[in-house]
Structures are given as C-alpha cells and as structure tokens.
C-alpha cells in the first residue's frame, strides 16, 4: 500500500491550521494596499513548484534545502534519469514540505522538447481535496 493515501486518517490529521504565504506575483491587496497573500491550497500548491525549482545553496541560511533535479536534466533521456527524477521530486517533498501528504510523482519524457513533463499529486493536510501539479522541467543554460 505503498505511495497510496489513507482516507481514514484524514479526518484525525484537520485542524484550523490556516497556511499563508506570499503571492510572489506582487498583486496589491484592494482592502489593505499590501501584498496578496495566497491561503491553503494555494499557498502549499506555489511551495511545492519553488521547491522543485530551489538547487543547493540558493536559499539563503539553508544550504540543505534543494534538490539537483536541474543537473538531471543535462544527463541522456533514459529510463533510468526518468527515474532518478522521480525519486529526487519525491525525497524533496516528504522532507521539506510538510503540510503536503505526497500520492504520487510520475514524469514523462518530451524527446521534442528535451525536456520532462512531471505531475505531482498530493493532499494538503486538512483538505480531502487532492491535488495536482503538472510542471515542465526544461535545461536553462
């Protein structure tokens, strides 16, 4: 039962936990003339895409946080670095983003494009809502 999500402790792990974070978009608040904050979903659903595309030592006072997912993608398209992609947005999530209960992480090679196409579906915790991110992660040089 492995990578599969149990819908009988979801109601154990609510809470009036409310996430917040910043709308990275700048967008001024009407009511506040502050910046937009993205609530729950949204907010867990932009961390989870900053995560993927943090590398080491890019978050300032947390080398740790990171993956090297974007040196895989200048390695050959195989079956083997499709997985190693897989694995590294996996390891990434269950460590650092803790309000995200992962399902499933699956990536799809685009030979067209040299790039990968990832879907990530997860739970928030605190929401029977489950989630899906399609992102596509391409070599910048």
């Given amino acids: 039962m492995a990578g599969r999500y149990d819908t009988t402790s979801l109601s154990r792990e609510r809470s009036n936990r409310t996430y917040k974070d910043l709308n990275l978009s700048f967008i001024k608040n009407p009511a506040t003339k502050d910046v937009a904050k993205l609530k729950d979903v949204e907010a867990v659903k932009r961390s989870v895409r900053n995560l993927i595309e943090l590398n080491h030592f890019e978050k300032p006072f947390h080398p740790e946080i990171g993956s090297d997912i974007r ?18 947005v996996e390891d990434l999530l269950t460590a650092y983003e803790p309000r995200a209960k992962l399902i499933s992480v699956k990536s799809n090679p685009q030979y067209d494009r040299n790039a990968y196409q990832v879907s990530i579906s997860f739970y928030v915790i605190g929401s029977a809502e489950s989630i899906t991110i399609q992102t596509m992660l391409e070599r910048t040089r």
Wanted: no cysteine; glycine share 0%; charged share 15%.
């Fill in 71 to 88: 040196n895989l993608l200048f390695e050959n398209m195989t079956p083997v670095t499709e997985i190693a992609i897989t694995r590294a």
